[in-house]
């Protein structure tokens, strides 16, 4: 089980930047693929990014690629998420979940067994 934590979120202009943390802890951090989703009001939960065990290895939804960047620091326990030219479709509940395997291109929410609480992002235009 681990347990995270996410925080960053606020209110940002269109174009703007933010960057989101998820603080984890529990069973080895460093051990598993970590991800972002995001849900909009009325929509379902959507894959945004994920990062391997070691973070040598990234995949992007195509609506953010080149726009965000994830990373993760496995001796601080925690993944990041930089957003840059943000654009008011990125407005969402932003989640960060950890899988139970160290890597792959884990698209799908079924993949991840722990979840955080969300930290709402909110891009105005």
């Known amino acids: 089980q681990v347990q995270l934590v996410e925080s960053g979120g606020g209110l940002v202009q269109a174009g703007g930047s933010l960057r989101l943390s998820c603080a984890g802890s529990?069973?080895?951090?460093?051990?598993?693929?970590m991800g972002w989703f995001r849900q909009a009001p009325g929509k379902e939960r959507k894959f945004v990014a994920t990062?391997?065990?070691?973070?040598?290895?990234?995949y992007y939804a195509d609506s953010v690629k080149g726009r965000f960047t994830i990373s993760r620091d496995n001796a601080k326990n925690t993944v990041y998420l930089q957003m840059n030219s943000l654009k008011p479709e990125d407005t969402a509940v932003y989640y960060c979940a950890a899988s139970r395997v160290a890597w792959g291109t884990l698209r799908e929410a079924h993949e991840y067994v722990n979840w955080g609480q969300g930290t709402q992002v909110t891009v105005s235009s």
């Open positions: 990062i391997n065990w070691s973070g040598g290895s990234t």
């Open positions: 529990g069973r080895t951090f460093g051990n598993y693929a």
